[in-house]
């Protein structure tokens, strides 16, 4: 029977990571679509949706199956709690980049505005969010746990100076350009929730690894990443 058990959280693992691999290849794709103006891309990623809103339903549920059936204790249950929970993260995650690929759809239709800069650079930090908050959870690593949390003060405020900067645009009153400028703040604010995700996995590996609940406790958090 313990073997039984194990052989099932493996496969929730495995296929927990495969899916996590799925999603960081969509948020590149989407904002590749967008700096590349490439339509296609943006398709692409909002086909693949669909497939991880499926893959999604079937991890939970073979979760409940496994809770109703096999009844896992101790740091086994919380192993089964936190995979649901990791599972919803990536699946909101995906759903980010989707938002991501059809504003890139709008936005290439249109003359660019300005160049890219900040936002393919918040990408990369919010994708590496999803890598490393992955790793954590395969490795038990509370240390990489809480180097997501700090990642993500820089997302927030990469975030903040992108409305910064659009908010020119927003004041001209042309339409067709404050369009665009709202298309791009609302991108800058999908990244920024990808970020916010990868930091519930972060802090769904610390529960996993010590037990403890560090949900709204960010500085007592990000205090302990710096130490």
């Not at 999604?56 to 929970?85: H, N, T, Y």
């Not at 959870?137 to 990642?151: K, M, P, Q, S, W």
């Not at 003060?153 to 908010?167: C, G, S």
């Not at 604010?189 to 996995?201: A, F, V, Y």
Request: with cysteine; hydrophobic share 45%; net charge negative.
């Amino acid at each position: 029977m313990e073997r039984t058990l194990d052989q099932h959280l493996d496969h929730l693992k495995s296929e927990l990571l495969k899916m996590g691999s799925a999603v960081e290849e969509s948020i590149e794709q989407a904002v590749q679509s967008l700096v590349d103006r490439d339509n296609r891309l943006a398709d692409v990623v909002e086909e693949g949706g669909h497939h991880i809103d499926e893959w999604e339903v079937r991890i939970e549920e073979e979760c409940l199956k496994l809770l109703a059936v096999q009844q896992p204790v101790a740091s086994d249950l919380r192993l089964v709690a936190g995979i649901m929970k990791i599972n919803y993260d990536l699946e909101r995650i995906n759903d980010q980049a989707v938002n991501i690929a059809q504003r890139a759809r709008l936005l290439n239709q249109m003359p660019q505005l300005k160049p890219l800069i900040d936002i393919p650079r918040m990408a990369e930090l919010a994708r590496r969010m999803v890598k490393n908050a992955l790793d954590a959870f395969v490795n038990r690593d509370v240390a990489l746990a809480n180097e997501v949390r700090r990642i993500d003060d820089t997302v927030d405020a990469l975030r903040d100076q992108i409305f910064r900067e659009l908010l020119t645009y927003l004041n001209t009153g042309v339409p067709s350009t404050v369009e665009q400028a709202i298309l791009l703040i609302l991108v800058s604010r999908h990244l920024e929730r990808i970020g916010d995700h990868s930091s519930n996995i972060a802090e769904n590996v610390v529960y996993l690894v010590q037990g403890r609940i560090v949900r709204h406790q960010q500085e007592a958090l990000r205090a302990e990443s710096e130490k």
